[in-house]
């Protein structure tokens, strides 16, 4: 099956009761059993649910993994997998990442014994020198939030392999739709699906993608364990929205390509991250290891300052000031004070994280009103 194809029908069967093309809302906790024991498959909803597992089936083969597991929102699948390693394990991460991924790791895990390192992985050779016979993971993104950065996934996979490690990659921003790690190397596949695969804004979810057996069975004891389980409803709205994934990922693609061009050469522009510009240090490897370009933008304005960016993101008619992204409408973002207020400001500013950086979501709107709406933002 294409990608399109699948995104409509992998993982979905017709209501075997009533022949209903869209898969039900099994909105019940508990499920009849002719003995104990003696079930159908389905014996208490935090466990197993239809609607989820259509949804765990649909998301493992848009990323051509075997297992899906989804969770109550992207902190809770990145948990599941800090949950397979013990005290005294060490995980190398990106330096540049998503806040909350930053938090959980040292204000949740650290005290418990696990080390992380936050190390820049533009250059995957420098993933090495950390490694030692503690590391057990290494976690990325690519691209990476909010820099843009890009990391190559079959190289860090090759180093995971050589020294016997797990490489998890989180795919929130790319989607299967324009890179699938697992193709590449990666044992584990992350997604907020609260973005782009839900891609309404209507929905908090988190999923997990991996095509080892007894990777999907350690992690499956640690979802049911714990319970950070997603509800029916959820599960049945991120179906919902899957089915026109190929569809506005193209638009978020064709979107964020003109609105990065036209930032590009804006004459009050300073930088723009956009893994499409040519310009990009990792171009080469986003080319490679990518369909598009997807719809994430980054860029601060000349000299740099905080109340004049601002002054931009308060003036904006259709770019919605929000946390969050990857929704069917454009939004506008500050990381050093939404997403990634958690990371200290030194940390921050190492990586470029300024406190002028702003960060667009484009969405599928009609471009020529997007950029009309930045142009007046951001004023001539």
Not at 39 to 62: C, F, M, V, W
Not at 83 to 106: C, H, S, V, W
Not at 303 to 309: L, Y
Not at 341 to 353: M, N, T, V, W
């Amino acid at each position: 099956m294409k990608f399109g194809t699948k995104a409509i029908h992998a993982g979905i069967e017709p209501d075997p009761s009533t022949g209903a093309i869209m898969t039900p809302i099994y909105q019940t906790s508990t499920y009849v059993q002719a003995s104990p024991g003696d079930h159908k498959g389905y014996e208490y909803s935090r466990t197993q649910n239809p609607t989820r597992d259509a949804l765990q089936k649909n998301i493992a083969a848009l990323e051509n993994g075997k297992h899906g597991l989804c969770f109550a929102s992207g902190l809770t699948a990145i948990d599941a997998v800090i949950k397979l390693f013990q005290p005294g394990d060490e995980i190398i991460a990106a330096n540049d990442l998503y806040g909350g991924t930053y938090r959980l790791f040292t204000k949740i895990f650290a005290k418990y014994g696990l080390k992380f390192h936050f190390i820049g992985m533009e250059d995957i050779a420098g993933i090495e020198k950390y490694i030692n016979d503690n590391t057990k993971l290494i976690w990325l993104e690519t691209p990476t939030n909010p820099m843009m950065n890009i990391i190559d996934i079959q190289g860090a996979a090759a180093i995971a392999k050589k020294h016997d490690l797990l490489l998890a990659v989180d795919n929130t921003f790319s989607t299967p739709y324009l890179q699938t790690p697992l193709d590449l190397g990666a044992d584990i596949v992350m997604h907020s699906v609260t973005k782009y695969l839900a891609g309404h804004s209507d929905v908090v979810m988190g999923a997990l993608v991996v095509k080892d057996d007894q990777l999907a069975e350690d992690l499956a004891f640690i979802q049911n364990s714990s319970g950070g389980t997603p509800g029916p409803q959820d599960s049945f709205l991120v179906l919902r929205g899957i089915k026109t994934l190929h569809l506005r990922m193209q638009r978020h693609c064709e979107n964020g390509k003109a609105i990065a061009e036209f930032l590009a050469n804006h004459p009050k522009v300073d930088k723009v991250y956009w893994p499409g510009l040519p310009t990009h240090p990792n171009h080469d490897i986003a080319k490679t290891q990518m369909q598009d370009f997807g719809g994430m933008i980054s860029f601060t304005l000349k000299g740099n300052d905080k109340a004049e960016a601002f002054k931009v993101m308060e003036s904006f008619q259709y770019f919605s000031l929000a946390e969050s992204l990857g929704g069917v409408e454009s939004l506008v973002n500050h990381p050093a004070s939404m997403t990634h207020a958690s990371i200290p400001y030194e940390d921050r500013q190492k990586i470029g994280l300024t406190d002028s950086l702003i960060r667009l979501s484009v969405g599928i709107e009609d471009v020529e009103d997007l950029i009309s709406d930045l142009n007046q933002a951001i004023g001539s």
